[in-house]
């Protein structure tokens, strides 16, 4: 158990919906990235928050948006959904940013399983 | 950035030692080396990483070459729970995470 909880672990909606997947980073960490992967794909990175702010941000699509709150936990906010958007949603946490402090490990949840019809 | 080179696929025999190599040519001299793996149907895991002395833990040892140029993952004695994609990652001046293909290990019975 890395400490990275995501729910829903599963998710099933039709095309152009909305959904939020939610991640509990680990206790005390400060960073929180989200990733996108499709079937036999790599890993996406889509965007870092950091203590409540955004701090990078990758080939994220504009229907996608994310936040993180004052408790660390953040929210990826999928809308306008299509079929293309099926994959694995991964987050993850780290006490401190990957490149400030590269001396840090990154933990990475199960994964939310999206799966648009 | 610097960027890492991995091979696509490599087999080892279960129990023997596996030795995963990472070129990174282009490295800076204060970007830590770190190695995840993805085992199939989970998220990707932590396993190691490496400033420039080698290291170890109870997952791998991580040997980094004296011009820091390459370094190479070592699992002591694979087994089938092993079998994963590892990846070999520098940091990104962006706070970016980025994962290349990484290397698909098969671990034969």
């Known amino acids: 158990d890395s400490g990275v909880t995501q729910t829903p672990k599963h998710l099933i909606t039709a095309t152009g919906q909305r959904v939020t997947l939610r991640c509990s980073p680990r206790?005390?960490?400060?960073?929180v990235y989200w990733y996108q992967q499709s079937l036999d794909q790599g890993l996406q990175f889509l965007i870092q928050?950091?203590?409540?702010?955004?701090?990078a941000k990758g080939n994220i699509l504009e229907r996608f948006s994310a936040q993180q709150f004052p408790d660390l936990h953040s929210e990826l906010n999928l809308s306008s959904l299509e079929l293309g958007d099926s994959a694995l949603y991964f987050c993850?946490?780290?006490?401190?940013?990957?490149?400030?402090?590269?001396?840090?490990?990154?933990?990475f949840g199960q994964g939310t399983r999206l799966t648009v019809v | 950035d610097a960027k890492t080179t991995q091979p696509n696929s490599m087999e080892s025999n279960e129990e023997e030692p596996v030795h995963l190599p990472c070129n990174h040519s282009?490295?800076?001299?204060?970007?830590?080396i770190h190695w995840y793996r993805q085992l199939p149907s989970q998220g990707p895991e932590y396993v190691i990483h490496?400033?420039?002395s080698n290291v170890n833990n109870r997952m791998a040892s991580l040997a980094i070459a004296e011009d820091r140029k390459s370094s190479t993952l070592i699992l002591h004695r694979a087994t089938l729970r092993d079998a994963a994609v590892y990846y070999c990652i520098l940091p990104n001046r962006d706070d970016k995470i980025i994962f290349g293909k990484g290397t698909r290990l098969h671990i034969l019975p």
């Open positions: 490496g400033l420039t």
């Open positions: 928050y950091y203590n409540g702010e955004e701090r």
């Open positions: 993850a946490s780290s006490v401190a940013t990957f490149w400030d402090h590269g001396n840090t490990e990154a933990f």
């Open positions: 282009t490295i800076s001299g204060t970007d830590y």
């Open positions: 206790s005390g960490d400060l960073s």
